[in-house]
């Protein structure tokens, strides 16, 4: 039985954890799309759905909550100024997690996390390079 278990360890300590589900998170609301492994794509989405929903009551104490984990000023300003707004009506679900081909130098499993809503450009900001 499974009954109890929070969360997955990734095989880490838990301050390492955390930084990394902080770091993950900080480039998900950046790029708003991610590349990872299955592992870390499942722990990063209850963690990341849960910013984002005190991202949409935009506050003093939900900035300070969300700065808190982010440790990035520019992120927590677009969480709250472009994404959270995106999921205004929306309660929940907020992240998708797409299975891709197995890594090749180790077969380990990935998957993309991106926002349901995403914007158009691709959300990468970077050039197109054309």
């Known amino acids: ?15 390492h954890r955390l930084a990394t589900l902080n770091n993950m998170a900080i480039a998900l609301f950046r790029h708003e799309r991610i590349e990872t492994t299955l592992g870390k794509a499942k722990a990063l989405r209850p963690y990341a759905e849960k910013l984002i929903s ?14 808190r984990a982010l440790k990035d000023r520019g992120v927590v300003k677009h ?16 992240l998708r997690i797409v299975r891709t081909t197995p890594r090749r130098g180790d077969g380990a499993e990935m998957a993309i996390v991106e926002l349901v809503e995403r914007r158009e450009d691709g959300g990468s900001g970077k050039g197109s390079g054309a």
């Open 1 to 15: 039985m499974r009954h109890r278990w929070g969360h997955k360890k990734l095989g880490r300590t838990s301050e």
């Open 54 to 67: 005190r991202a949409r009551q935009d506050s003093v104490h939900s900035r300070r909550i969300v700065a």
């Open 79 to 94: 969480l709250f100024d472009e994404i959270a707004p995106r999921f205004a009506q929306r309660p929940g679900g907020y």
